[in-house]
């Protein structure tokens, strides 16, 4: 079996570049949900508001994005289903059912959605690849504030003041990070076979 890594063509993502096998897709979920996991680790509270600031939102957007929508959302369930089942790697090493589990479940949808996306090239320019994250981080909301505000017993409006508006900033973060990693490892890999 080759190990090669195939040039890319018109409707793949980056995991499609590896040759194909049950093992590879295995690897890439298993993979997918540990990143986010881990990712996850970094965890920063925000005064008044039960969600922290992590890199679990970030992590998820990327596995999407690089494994496409359906191995994305294999990855982002067997993430929500271990953690569910006891697997401490939801924000701050915890697991189970918590105020913030609308906001893992928003991951999922999200990561279909820029998996789609990404299937059809967004992830290979700059401009596309950040708001391919904006569309992420916007269904990640559209699930986790409502959630928060029936889990929390809160109003929306209060939701959206604690589980939306201090996470602004770093959302923009996160999409410029995203803008600008996937668009240059797909423009390494091209350099790379144009030098074949």
Do not use: C, H, N
């Not at 194909?20 to 890439?28: E, G, K, N, Q, T």
């Not at 959302?73 to 913030?100: E, I």
Request: proline share 6%; net charge positive.
């Amino acid at each position: 079996m080759s190990t090669a890594v195939a040039p890319a063509r018109t409707g793949q993502v980056l995991a499609d570049l590896i040759p194909a096998s049950r093992v590879r897709d295995i690897a890439l979920v298993v993979g997918g949900a540990a990143l986010t996991g881990l990712a996850a680790q970094i965890a920063v509270p925000v005064p008044g508001s039960p969600v922290p600031v992590t890199g679990q939102t970030f992590a998820a957007l990327l596995v999407g994005t690089a494994l496409g929508a359906g191995r994305g959302v294999a990855a982002l369930t067997l993430y929500a289903l271990a953690g569910l089942l006891g697997v401490p790697w939801f924000a701050g090493a915890t697991s189970g059912v918590g105020v913030s589990f609308g906001y893992i479940l928003g991951m999922i949808l999200a990561s279909a959605a820029v998996g789609a996306l990404a299937r059809r090239g967004v992830d290979r320019s700059m401009p596309r690849m950040a708001g391919t994250m904006l569309v992420g981080e916007a269904i990640i909301y559209a699930v986790g504030v409502p959630y928060l505000a029936v889990t929390a017993d809160i109003s929306l409006s209060a939701a959206v003041a604690v589980g939306l508006t201090p996470f602004l900033i770093g959302d923009a973060v996160k999409a410029a990070l995203a803008m600008g990693v996937l668009p240059t490892v797909w423009k390494s890999l091209k350099k790379q076979s144009l030098k074949k």
